[in-house]
T-cell receptor, first 115, second 116 residues
Framework: AQTVTQSQPEMSVQEAETVTLSCTYD???????LFWYKQPPSRQMILVIR??????QNATENRFSVNFQKAAKSFSLKISDSQLGDTAMYFC????????????FGPGTSLSVIP | DAGVIQSPRHEVTEMGQEVTLRCKPI?????LFWYRQTMMRGLELLIY????????DSGMPEDRFSAKMPNASFSTLKIQPSEPRDSAVYFC??????????????FGPGTRLTVT
């Protein structure tokens, strides 16, 4: 069975600084997708960034980038130039390409950006 | 597009009452998912539909929970009778099918259910 682990329940960062959120996953498959979702206090779940396992290049979306280490089964999220609006829960998620239907979410990391 | 629409946003009910949560997926999306979020258990998939047909309901906690999707633009999640341990935020999400682009799920704003 596939699992997703986020070992940091809470983190904080000063505004304008950089922070990295950790995620590890477990699977015996080789073809899958990884995601980071953001859930601000409004509760709305928003996709931040995605990574296809067969792509070696790390995905980047503006201030958000990932460090994908397939052999280590690690998928960390780096937020550069942190802004107050980045305060949210961040969920790492995983889905197999062959069974797209099920997306497995990690327990989440609560990030607070401090002015 | 208005995104995934859920109603009500908040629901407070007494134990034993029937609760119905509603969801309108994004037009054109053929997958619909119901999730439950609690502090203790995180985000749990309850059930999902493909082309209005339930595919996997193994996450439904017990027979008190039921879900329907009578057409492509509407789904309900019903709890009867409700219990205090059902208190949670319930999310609906929709997406395009497996052969489409990137498998992204679009979430609604959620319904916060409180059972007293």
């Amino acid at each position: 069975a596939q699992t997703v682990t986020q070992s940091q329940p809470e983190m904080s960062v000063q505004e304008a600084e950089t922070v990295t959120l950790s995620c590890t996953y477990d699977t015996s498959e080789s073809n899958y997708y990884l995601f980071w979702y953001k859930q601000p206090p409004s509760r709305q779940m928003i996709l931040v960034i995605r990574q296809e396992a067969y792509k070696q290049q790390n995905a980047t979306e503006n201030r958000f980038s990932v460090n994908f280490q397939k052999a280590a089964k690690s998928f960390s999220l780096k937020i550069s130039d942190s802004q107050l609006g980045d305060t949210a829960m961040y969920f790492c998620a995983f889905t197999l390409k062959t069974s797209y239907d099920k997306v497995i979410f990690g327990p989440g990391t609560s990030l607070s950006v401090i002015p | 597009d208005a995104g995934v629409i859920q109603s009500p946003r908040h629901e407070v009910t007494e134990m034993g009452q029937e609760v119905t949560l509603r969801c309108k997926p994004i037009s054109g999306h053929d997958y619909l998912f119901w999730y439950r979020q609690t502090m203790m258990r995180g985000l749990e998939l309850l059930i999902y539909f493909n082309n209005n047909v339930p595919i996997d309901d193994s996450g439904m906690p017990e027979d008190r929970f039921s879900a329907k999707m009578p057409n492509a633009s509407f789904s309900t999640l019903k709890i009867q009778p409700s219990e205090p341990r059902d208190s949670a935020v319930y999310f609906c999400a929709s997406s395009l099918g497996r052969d489409r682009y990137y498998y992204e799920q679009y979430f609604g704003p959620g319904t916060r259910l409180t059972v007293t």
